[in-house]
């Protein structure tokens, strides 16, 4: 297959992929845009995967290129994935900056539970659930198998007053991490520019 030819397949993958979505692209909420969980990973997916493939092309010296593999087995795959998310969680558990347990804040609005603390009760358990849905999320976004059976992101951080500082501090967390895991610069970029995305479902107080 030539790469002219190559190129219009992708092409045709990814126009049937946005008729398919019956125009909900405009209509996005949160982390689900389709109203259907599984549909939205499946897709969702499926288009991390078509964006990460370089169309194998002839290079000088006639041989063809290596097709770039997804950033999901750039960092390792699930296994890498999960030493990504062990070590960041734990830095930023500690990071006085991130607050993720939520120390000292109150729930705003006119809602019967104004004023009642949103801190988040840390034990074994809940540190463990966190992490697995963070490695769900971060598989599910660079291109790897696709289920996550967390909370919507918008919703799972609505009234909990996330700071642009704080998720600036987290990030920060997160590079800490991928230099200490020797991840190349390429593949750090891509996947900060990842989480950075998720910063307007998650800061509240700008």
Same mark, same amino acid.
């Given at each position: 297959m030539t790469s002219k030819t190559t190129n219009i397949v992708?092409?045709?993958i990814v126009l049937t992929l946005i008729a398919g979505c019956g125009g909900?692209?405009?209509?996005?909420?949160?982390?689900?845009?389709s109203g259907s969980r599984e549909a939205d990973q499946r897709a969702d997916q499926r288009m991390a995967g078509v964006e990460q493939i370089r169309t194998p092309e002839k290079g000088g010296n006639?041989?063809?290129q290596e097709v770039q593999k997804s $950033?999901? !087995?750039?960092?390792?795959?699930? /296994?890498?994935?999960?030493?990504?998310?062990e070590d960041f969680v734990n830095r930023? $558990?500690? !990071?006085?900056?991130?607050?993720? /347990?939520r120390k000292?804040?109150?729930?705003?609005?006119?809602?019967?539970?104004r004023g009642a603390s949103v801190e988040w009760k840390r034990d074994d358990a809940s540190v463990e659930q966190l992490k697995k849905h963070i490695v769900q999320l971060l598989t599910l976004k660079t291109g790897?198998?696709?289920?996550?059976?967390?909370?919507?992101m918008k919703a799972a951080h609505t009234g909990m007053h996330i700071t642009n500082a704080e998720?600036?501090?987290?990030?920060g967390d997160l590079k800490a991490t991928l230099d200490n895991k020797k991840v190349p610069v390429k593949e750090q970029k891509e996947l900060i520019s990842i989480v950075e995305s998720t910063r307007t479902q998650i800061v509240e107080d700008r």
């Open positions: 992708l092409s045709s909900q692209a405009e209509k996005k909420r949160g982390f689900f845009t006639g041989q063809t $950033l999901y !087995d750039r960092l390792g795959g699930d /296994e890498g994935v999960k030493l990504i998310v930023a $558990l500690e !990071d006085p900056i991130v607050n993720w /347990e000292g804040v109150k729930r705003g609005g006119m809602s019967l539970k790897g198998p696709s289920f996550y059976d967390g909370k919507e998720f600036d501090a987290a990030v």
